[in-house]
């Protein structure tokens, strides 16, 4: 009877049990039934390493180690870097081809920073792209290393340029090769993360072009200046006398100089407003708005501080007007310029920090095999201008080297050619020069110069000349002369004002009319940009040298006429009738205007 009992027991015990854990599922299930609703939140700190802010800036001497290791443990892909570095050097640092052999791509860059093109500023360019790079330094590493093929075209891009440039003589085409090749080494190297660090500063490099020489906008930029004001002025009621470039307040002279409104202000501005936005925003259509708005900035700041420098001097003080207030007032002034230190640590400080991808995983060290194809192409490429002819062959002169003794009515005489036009041109260049007079004792100069095998050391033109002598150009224009059964010659006219000392006090100002155009064995032309592509044309798809001649004639306007309209239409009469003369007399027949 005790067993059945506690049998009973046990099973009642049992029993309890299984209903509470009943009990407990029945009090669970409904909690399990409760609906969810999705919640947004922010996160404010990355929660994966895929998306980092740029690392902090590598010691040199981790990278010097980093570097020394990898040339220790591939030293064939070391000597193969250092190689091909080593070609570019050679063909852009020393390989001399243009002014008749006499400069390398970076002597002739050199040479063309200076006050005459209105670039001084280009001497920065390098270092400033040499800091671009050390201050990139830890994004250049830690970048993600995908070689691509694509490089290798703008590498092949690059090097068609430079032959370009050994073949047409054309220094310039071998300045735009660098940027192509630095930036198609890197990206077929590294990939185009890595070569996304090169970008800048490969546009960077296009400003080291001089091209104050090409398009001599100087000129009509100044002009545009000295406009700008008289307008202003006038709406002020403010009498100013606008000659040029120059501005007469109440008889003092105000020169609008190339170095405050032409292409040195416009270059410097430009190159300032690049390097701000690359340092200090984010998103192409900023950069590319800011930049542009510095081009319009730094024409009509200009415009704006010259017609201050106007007020100043008339209602306050000329002296202090083109004296301390122009000095301090100019905004490319060097005496602004703050401390290179302190602009560095401007930049540091306004620099936003780029987002990197890293990807360890997915980097992989240059190959030997990339940088011997990069070696092979760069030396055979730029190699391949020893190929070339040194001297490519000269078609005929068209024109004779032989000024006559009379033009109609005119009487000539020879003219000495200075020993320093001889040294400043080309050993090969060959001149021609007469001063003829009529009967009432006007004068005009004819002048013939004849090119060498180089066109860029052989010919300068008047908007080069003429302001090295002293003279300002007021007013540039084509003008069309019409000859007797050729045509008609247009041909560019300039207006030049140079002032003078006189013997009665204070300056006199000395007025010039030139005429000039380019003459080669077939073509006839006064643009000095068409006559460039008419040569590279011949050189490159020919294979000949026009060997160009270009022709001037000259003549001063009589002091007291210059403002005369109808005597400046006589002088231009007179020389349109003597180049309609003197034309058949050295230009060849088989010579007609392109």
Not at 39 to 62: I, L, N, Y
Not at 243 to 256: K, L, Y
Not at 316 to 334: C, F, N, V
Request: hydrophobic share 45%; proline share 5%; glycine share 8%.
């Amino acid at each position: 009877m005790l067993g059945a009992s506690n049998r009973r027991g046990k099973a009642t015990k049992v029993t309890r049990q299984r209903q509470f854990r009943r009990l407990c599922d029945d009090l669970v299930t409904p909690v399990a039934r409760v609906e969810t609703f999705p919640v947004s939140c922010k996160v404010h700190r990355p929660m994966s390493s895929e998306a980092t802010t740029e690392p902090a800036p590598v010691p040199f001497g981790d990278i010097l180690s980093r570097v020394v290791a990898w040339a220790r443990r591939d030293p064939i892909a070391a000597f193969l870097l250092l190689a091909s570095a080593g070609v570019l050097i050679y063909f852009f640092g020393f390989y001399k081809v243009f002014a008749s052999g006499a400069e390398s791509t970076a002597q002739w860059a050199w040479s063309g920073w200076n006050e005459e093109n209105d670039q001084e500023h280009c001497v920065f360019i390098v270092p400033i792209i040499a800091f671009l790079f050390w201050y990139h330094r830890a994004q250049l590493m830690e970048a993600v290393k995908a070689p691509s093929g694509r490089g290798l075209f703008f590498v092949i891009g690059g090097v068609v340029m430079f032959v370009l440039a050994a073949r047409c003589l054309q220094p310039r085409f071998a300045i735009v090769a660098l940027p192509l090749l630095v930036y198609g080494a890197a990206e077929h190297l590294g990939g185009r993360a890595f070569a996304r660090v090169f970008i800048f500063p490969c546009l960077l490099m296009l400003f080291m072009v001089p091209i104050g020489g090409i398009i001599q906008g100087t000129v009509t930029l100044q002009l545009l200046c000295s406009k700008a004001v008289g307008a202003a002025c006038g709406l002020l009621g403010i009498h100013v006398t606008i000659v040029g470039t120059t501005i007469i307040v109440d008889g003092h002279a105000f020169e609008v100089a190339g170095g405050c409104s032409g292409i040195r202000s416009l270059m410097a501005m430009t190159m300032l407003a690049a390097l701000y936005v690359h340092f200090a925003l984010r998103g192409a259509w900023r950069q590319l708005t800011v930049f542009a708005g510095s081009v319009v900035f730094a024409l009509f700041g200009n415009i704006a501080r010259l017609f201050t420098v106007v007020l100043v001097a008339k209602w306050w003080d000329p002296k202090i007007a083109g004296g301390l207030y122009h000095d301090y007032s100019a905004p490319e002034s060097t005496r602004n310029w703050p401390h290179p230190k302190s602009i560095t640590r401007a930049i540091t400080r306004t620099a936003i920090p780029r987002k990197v991808k890293k990807n360890r995983s997915a980097r992989s060290p240059m190959t030997t095999k990339r940088l011997a194809i990069l070696f092979a192409v760069l030396l055979a490429g730029l190699g391949s201008v020893y190929l070339l002819p040194h001297q490519l062959g000269f078609q005929p002169v068209g024109i004779t080297l032989e000024l006559p003794k009379m033009v109609g009515g005119w009487y000539g005489r020879d003219l000495d050619v200075s020993q320093r036009e001889r040294d400043v041109l080309g050993k090969e260049t060959e001149f021609a020069r007469k001063a003829y007079r009529n009967g009432i004792g006007y004068e005009i100069v004819a002048s013939i110069v004849l090119s060498g095998q180089d066109m860029n050391t052989s010919i300068h033109r008047p908007e080069r000349c003429m302001p090295a002598q002293g003279y300002t150009i007021i007013d540039k224009r084509s003008v069309p002369v019409p000859l007797a059964e050729r045509g008609v010659l247009h041909a560019t006219r300039l207006q030049n004002v140079r002032n003078v000392p006189s013997e009665v006090g204070g300056p006199t100002s000395l007025y010039n009319v030139t005429y000039y155009w380019f003459v080669g064995h077939t073509d006839a032309t006064g643009s000095h940009l068409w006559r460039t592509w008419l040569d590279i044309k011949d050189r490159l798809v020919h294979g000949y040298n026009q060997r160009w001649a270009y022709i001037t004639i000259a003549a001063q306007i009589p002091p007291g006429a210059e403002h005369d309209p109808r005597a400046e239409r006589q002088i231009d009469d007179w020389m349109k009738d003597f180049i309609t003369q003197l034309l058949p007399k050295i230009q060849k027949d088989t010579v007609v205007e392109s």
